[in-house]
């Protein structure tokens, strides 16, 4: 279910041909400052298709009672907008079907582990506690195996959405810049040769 409702995620359909970021979490751990981090990981991504969801656990002894106190933590004193479950159990005979499957990398020994799952469901990384949702290592193999600029299918989407940093594109006809996001490669390419032909084409406009 969802954490503090009474309704549950859909978690197939949350997951569906997307990279996931599973994460055993607790509101009172020495770690529980990650939540910004996860949290700036999925602001950073999520537009180009990463879920990151939370499993609150008392496995290590440090949730709260409430599942209302878990909530303020999360919403309240981090900001967490990606998606959160109800409690669960993470490691032993009681241990959700998910950590059971997630076993094969590793069972959590500690609050948040981070599992990177890829777009076809397998396991692709196991990352442990000490591991800083934005240590360039998680961020670099979460970027290789899917979060990655969709193929755009307007000269408009790839110009929007090609390139990371402060690359800039020249809009001939506005005589304005296009500031590009979301670096790929391939998109960039694609982008760069929709821009010769607008300049091809531009000389034949009125």
Same mark, same amino acid.
């Given at each position: 279910g969802k954490l503090h409702r009474q309704d549950s995620w859909d978690l197939c359909q949350l997951t569906a041909n997307r990279p996931v $970021?599973?994460?055993? +979490?607790? *509101? /009172?751990? #020495?770690? +529980?400052?990650? /939540? !910004? =981090?996860? !949290?700036a990981l999925y602001q950073r991504y999520k537009d180009q298709g990463l879920v990151i969801i939370g499993f609150? *656990? @008392?496995d290590f002894f440090q949730e709260a009672d409430q599942s209302a106190e878990t909530a303020e933590v999360c919403y309240v004193n981090y900001g967490v907008t990606f998606p959160m479950t109800s409690e669960i159990n993470v490691r032993g005979r009681d241990a959700h079907p998910i950590f059971e499957h997630l076993k094969q990398a590793d069972s959590p020994s500690w609050n948040f582990n981070k599992y990177l799952i890829g777009k076809d469901g397998a396991i692709i990384e196991h990352f442990g506690s000490n591991t800083e949702p934005l240590d360039d290592e998680l961020v670099e193999i979460t970027v290789e195996h899917g979060v990655r600029v969709a193929r755009l299918d307007t000269a408009a989407q790839v110009l929007d959405h090609a390139v #990371? =940093? !402060?690359?800039?594109?020249? @809009? $001939?006809?506005? !005589?304005?810049d296009v500031h590009l996001r979301g670096f790929d490669l391939v998109a960039l390419c694609v982008a760069l040769a929709l821009l010769e032909l607008v300049e091809a084409r531009a000389e034949d406009l009125p």
């Open positions: $970021l599973l994460v055993n +979490t607790a *509101s /009172f751990c #020495g770690y +529980t400052p990650q /939540f !910004e =981090g996860l !949290e609150p *656990s @008392d #990371g =940093g !402060e690359h800039v594109v020249a @809009d $001939l006809r506005a !005589e304005r």
